[in-house]
C-alpha cells in the first residue's frame, strides 16, 4: 500500500515538475517573442527619428549657404572693382561645403571665382550650350538649383544660381555655387549605424550618397536593387514620391545571401529639388541587441528546471526573483530607447525651429535693405529730375547718409554674429573708467531721446569704476541696449542707468518703462534672430540680431546677462563683468 502510494505520489510529482517545466518553457518562449517584437518597434522608432534629424540638418545646411548668397545678391550702387572675389575667399574660408563660387556677369561668361584653381575664367555659357538655369533666373529673378551633375573631378555636386541686381532692379548676372554631395553628408551626417548604412535618392531615385557603398553613386536605385523584392521596389518609389514611413525588405550580403532589414525614411524638400533619405539596419543586428536578455533568459530556465527538480519549495521563489530581474532589465532597455528618442525628437524640433528663424530672418532682411535702398533712390531720383535749393538738397543728403549708415550697421551685426557663433572675435582689453563709457554712449543715443522726449537717468558710485575690458565693445554694449531702451519706451518716458560696484565685478542695469516682454518669450530673447514681434506689422524694426552680439560680447570677455521684465511696465537688462581679467582669458578672434 505505502510503496503503491509513493509510486503515485512520485507520479504526482513528476506531472506536476513537468507541468512546471512545460509551463516555463513557453512562457520563456513567449517572452522572448513579445520583448524582441517591442524592442525592434522602439528600434525603428529611434531609427526613424534619425533620419527626421538628418533630413532637417540638409535642409538646414542647404539654406544657410543660400541665404548667404541671396543676402550678398542684393548691391545697392554696382558691382564691386574686384567682381566679388574678396567677399567669396571669405565666404569660402569660414563656411564649409562650398566647392566653388562664381560671378556671371550679365552676358553668361565667368569673370571671377573663388577658389581660383576651381574657377574657369572666361568660359561662356552661351557659347557652350549650358545656359538654361541662367535664362531662368533671369526671367523668374528667383533662386533656381539644378539636379545633382558630375563635376570635372567626377564628384557628384548641386549647381546653385542666385540673381545678382543692383538698386533692386537691374540684372548684374548671378551667381553660381557649387556644393559637392559628399560635402553636404559630411556636414549633416554624423550618425553612425555600425552594421547598416545610409543612403540618399532625388525623385528620379538616383543615388547620391551612399555610407556603404560609394562605387554606386551616381546610379538609379531602380537598377541597383539586387533583387526583385517587390517590398524594396515600393519603398523606393514612395521615396521618389516625397513620403516617409518605415518597413523592411529582402537584401544580399556581402556573401551571397539573403538577410532581413529594416528601413527608415524621410524626404528632404529643398527649393525646387526633393530628395529622400534612408537609414537602413539589418534585423540580425537589431537582435543581437538583446541577446544578453536572451542569455538571462536562458540561464533562467534551467535554474528553475533545477530548482523545480530537486528543491521544488523555492521555485515560486526564485521565479519571482528571475522575472524581476528580466522585467527591470526590459524597462531599463525601453526606457534608455524612450529616452533617446526623446533627446533626437527634441533636437528635430529645435532644428526646425531655428530653420523656421532663419526663413524668417531671409525675409526680415531682404525688408530692410530694401528699406534704405528705397529711400536712397528715391532722395538720388529727386536731386537728379528736380532742380532744388541748398537746404533741400542737404535733407536729401542727409537721408541718404542715414540709409547708408543703416545697411552698414545692418552688414556689421551679421559679420558680428558669425564672428560670435565661429569663435572668431578679437578683445582688445585696456584699462577705462566706466564713467567715461557711460557718457560717450550717452552722447551716441542723445539724439534718439531727445526726439522721443525721453528722460535718461544715470546713477554712478561716488569712487572712481576702473575696469579692464574692450573699451568699443562695452560702449557697443550701452549703445545697442540704450537703443532698445529708447525704441520700446513710449513718448515722454523715462530710462535709467545703474552702475554699481559688487566686489571683484561691475554691475550694470538699463531700466524703461516700455512694452516689457512677455513671460514665454524671456527665454530666447537672447536667441540670434528672435524678435519678440516678428510679424510684418511689427512697429520697431530690426534684424533680432542686437542682443545676441550683446551676449556674445559679455559672455567673451568672462561676464553673463539677464533680463528682468514686466508686461506694460517695462524691462531691466542687466550684466556683470569682472573688474580684473588677463588678455589670455579674452575669447580671441581676428576681425577682418
Known amino acids: 500500500m505505502f510503496a503503491r502510494k509513493s509510486r503515485w505520489n512520485a507520479i504526482i510529482v513528476l506531472f506536476i515538475t513537468m507541468l512546471f517545466i512545460s509551463s516555463i518553457l513557453f512562457l520563456g518562449i513567449r517572452a522572448n517573442t513579445e520583448v524582441e517584437e517591442q524592442f525592434i518597434e522602439q528600434y525603428t522608432q529611434g531609427q526613424t527619428s534619425q533620419a527626421q534629424q538628418i533630413s532637417t540638418g540638409i535642409t538646414t545646411f542647404l539654406n544657410e549657404k543660400v541665404t548667404m548668397l541671396e543676402v550678398l545678391s542684393i548691391q545697392p550702387h554696382q558691382i564691386p572693382d574686384d567682381n566679388f572675389e574678396g567677399t567669396f575667399k571669405s565666404i569660402y574660408e569660414k563656411s564649409k561645403g562650398f566647392y566653388v563660387i562664381e560671378y556671371v556677369d550679365e552676358n553668361g561668361t565667368i569673370i571671377s571665382g573663388y577658389p581660383k584653381e576651381n574657377t574657369p575664367i572666361g568660359y561662356n555659357l552661351y557659347e557652350n550650350e549650358k545656359s538654361s538655369p541662367f535664362d531662368i533666373i533671369q526671367q523668374t529673378g528667383k533662386t533656381y538649383i539644378t539636379d545633382p551633375l558630375t563635376t570635372f573631378e567626377n564628384e557628384l555636386a548641386i549647381y546653385v544660381w542666385v540673381p545678382v541686381y543692383v538698386g533692386g532692379d537691374d540684372f548684374e548676372g548671378a551667381f553660381i555655387a557649387v556644393i559637392e554631395i559628399n560635402e553636404i553628408a559630411e556636414e549633416t551626417i554624423k550618425t553612425e549605424i555600425p552594421e547598416g548604412y545610409i543612403y540618399l535618392i532625388n525623385d528620379k531615385a538616383r543615388l547620391l550618397y551612399d555610407s556603404d557603398e560609394t562605387e554606386l553613386i551616381g546610379k538609379n536605385y531602380f537598377d541597383i536593387v539586387n533583387e526583385p523584392d517587390h517590398l524594396r521596389l515600393e519603398i523606393i518609389g514612395m521615396q521618389t514620391e516625397g513620403l516617409s514611413g518605415s518597413g523592411s525588405f529582402s537584401e544580399r550580403n556581402e556573401n551571397g545571401f539573403l538577410e532581413k532589414k529594416i528601413i527608415s525614411y524621410e524626404p528632404v524638400i529643398w527649393k525646387n529639388q526633393q530628395w529622400s533619405v534612408g537609414v537602413v539596419t539589418p534585423l540580425w543586428y537589431v537582435e543581437s541587441l538583446i541577446q544578453s536578455i536572451y542569455i538571462k533568459q536562458g540561464l533562467f530556465a534551467m535554474i528553475s528546471v533545477a530548482f523545480i527538480l530537486f528543491i521544488g519549495s523555492f521555485i515560486a521563489l526564485i521565479m519571482f526573483s528571475w522575472n524581476k530581474t528580466l522585467e527591470d532589465e526590459v524597462k531599463n532597455k525601453t526606457s534608455e530607447l524612450e529616452r533617446s528618442n526623446e533627446y533626437l525628437q527634441n533636437a528635430n524640433r529645435k ?107 544715470v546713477g554712478y558710485p561716488e569712487e572712481s569704476l576702473t575696469i579692464k575690458t574692450d573699451k568699443d565693445k562695452l560702449i557697443r554694449v550701452f549703445v545697442n541696449l540704450l537703443t532698445n531702451a529708447i525704441k520700446f519706451t513710449p513718448h515722454d518716458g523715462e530710462v535709467e542707468i545703474s552702475v554699481t560696484d559688487i566686489g571683484n565685478h561691475i554691475q550694470a542695469s538699463i531700466k524703461d518703462n516700455g512694452i516689457g516682454i512677455p513671460p514665454e518669450k524671456r527665454e530666447k530673447i537672447f536667441d540670434k534672430f528672435y524678435q519678440v514681434d516678428s510679424t510684418a506689422t511689427r512697429k520697431a524694426g530690426g534684424t533680432g540680431l542686437g542682443l545676441a552680439i550683446i551676449k556674445g560680447i559679455i559672455d567673451g570677455q568672462g561676464g553673463s546677462i539677464f533680463v528682468e521684465s514686466e508686461t506694460n511696465m517695462g524691462s531691466t537688462f542687466t550684466f556683470r563683468l569682472p573688474k580684473e581679467l588677463k588678455e589670455e582669458d579674452f575669447t580671441e578672434i581676428e576681425q577682418y
Request: net charge negative.
Open 351 to 457: 532644428l526646425k525651429e531655428l530653420d523656421r528663424l532663419k526663413n524668417d530672418f531671409v525675409s526680415m532682411v531682404s525688408h530692410e535693405l530694401k528699406t534704405p535702398l528705397t529711400a536712397m533712390k528715391t532722395s538720388s531720383e529727386f536731386m537728379k529730375e528736380t532742380e532744388c535749393n541748398a537746404e533741400v538738397k542737404e535733407e536729401m543728403l542727409d537721408l541718404i547718409i542715414r540709409n547708408i549708415d543703416r545697411q552698414a550697421r545692418m552688414v556689421d551685426d551679421l559679420l558680428d554674429i558669425s564672428r560670435i557663433e565661429s569663435g572668431r572675435m578679437k578683445f582688445n582689453p585696456e584699462d577705462v573708467n566706466i564713467r567715461e563709457i557711460v557718457e560717450t554712449s550717452l552722447q551716441t543715443v542723445e539724439k534718439q531721446a531727445k526726439d522721443k522726449g525721453i528722460n535718461i537717468k
